[in-house]
T-cell receptor, first 115, second 111 residues
Framework: DTGVSQNPRHKITKRGQNVTFRCDPI?????LYWYRQTLGQGPEFLTY????????KSRLLSDRFSAERPKGSFSTLEIQRTEQGDSAMYLC?????????????FGPGTRLTVT | EDQVTQSPEALRLQEGESSSLNCSYT??????LFWYRQDPGKGPEFLFT???AGEEKEKERLKATLTKKESFLHITAPKPEDSATYLC????????????FGTGTLLAVQP
């Protein structure tokens, strides 16, 4: 399977704990995106990487959230001191610069539940 | 402010009953409009990209069209397996690449 992969698929954590999610993009894609989706809503943009550079961040990405893509391949999204409002599906997507604007291909998501 | 509005919120069809989903948008300098399909508990699956007014794309029973203010996703003779949430998203002009999504249309096709 050469699609976008995300791990873990599900995460249950207690309020105040830190969590980290991983995304592996499609191998030839140099652009990587993180989105968050709550029930009944469309995905909301969080941040975007081109190779290892983080080029865009949403105001939704508070100082408790940090994302990295150290070698321009996989990416991690960390949430510190989780709150119940962080419960959501966290989606990763990737796209290829070589093909223009480009459609983004999404992974299966990581479902976070904060208790 | 950029905005994407989808209607209806939910649609129930009988198998074979054709219909259309609407996506109206307000965005500065549209660079592209995208349609995705999302099944429960899964990530969105890419369907179409439309770049300019008058453009049309087709895939099996689905056809997407674009005007300067809205896009339609036409579903011809739907089958139960077409049941899903259909999401519309846009990318605005400028340096950004972020997708701005609508809230989706939940389609249920009954046999």
């Amino acid at each position: 399977d050469t699609g976008v992969s995300q791990n873990p698929r599900h995460k249950i954590t207690k309020r105040g704990q830190n969590v980290t999610f991983r995304c592996d993009p499609i191998s030839e894609h140099n652009r990587l995106y993180w989105y968050r989706q709550t029930l009944g809503q469309g995905p909301e943009f969080l941040t975007y990487f081109q190779n290892e550079a983080q080029l865009e961040k949403s105001r939704l990405l508070s100082d408790r959230f940090s994302a990295e893509r150290p070698k321009g391949s996989f990416s991690t999204l960390e949430i510190q001191r989780t709150e119940q409002g962080d419960s959501a599906m966290y989606l990763c997507a990737s796209s290829s610069r070589d093909r223009g604007i480009i459609e983004q291909y999404f992974g299966p998501g990581t479902r976070l539940t904060v208790t | 402010e950029d905005q994407v509005t989808q209607s209806p919120e939910a649609l129930r069809l009988q198998e074979g009953e054709s219909s259309s989903l609407n996506c109206s948008y307000t965005v500065s300098g549209l660079r592209g409009l995208f349609w995705y399909r999302q099944d429960p508990g899964k990530g969105p699956e890419f369907l179409f990209t439309l770049y300019s007014a008058g453009e049309e794309k087709e895939k099996e029973r689905l056809k997407a069209t674009l005007t300067k203010k809205e896009s339609f996703l036409h579903i011809t003779a739907p089958k139960p397996e077409d049941s899903a949430t259909y999401l519309c998203a846009v990318v605005r002009g400028g340096a950004t690449n972020k997708l701005i999504f609508g809230t989706g249309t939940l389609l249920a096709v009954q046999p």
